[in-house]
């Protein structure tokens, strides 16, 4: 059973901009802390990241001030709009609904290549 989707990954040129999306179930979306990470080849995943279901945010330090972390409670959705990207952010983004008590979830993965 497929929980959580994400999409919005492509290539894009240094300093420009991509939305991640990832939709989830009804039930995952309104009790679950959404977080989005990623991964680059051969470097350990990194939470870049989270929102609580009051909407409370807190980020990595390599994205503050770059990339917004939202949610839209109505469509079961998070996003993740990610400006002024860089080379280094070139990575397989994964969105991730965590409960402290219950199942962990996570999405299958969107590419997001930041190249000239």
């Known amino acids: 059973q497929v929980q959580l989707v994400e999409s919005g990954g492509g290539l894009v040129q240094p300093g420009g901009s991509l939305r991640l999306s990832c939709a989830a179930s009804?039930?995952?979306?309104?009790?679950?802390?959404m977080r989005w990470y990623r991964q680059a080849p051969g470097k350990q995943r990194e939470l870049v990241a989270h929102i609580t279901r009051d909407g409370s945010t807190n980020y990595g330090d390599s994205v503050k001030g770059r990339f917004t972390i939202s949610r839209d409670n109505a469509k079961n959705t998070l996003y993740l709009q990610m400006n002024s990207l860089k080379p280094e952010d070139t990575a397989v983004y994964y969105c991730?609904?965590?409960?402290?008590?219950?199942?962990?979830?996570w999405g299958q993965g969107t590419q997001v290549t930041v190249s000239s």
């Open positions: 009804a039930t995952i979306f309104s009790i679950y802390v």
């Open positions: 991730n609904a965590y409960h402290a008590f219950l199942n962990e979830y």
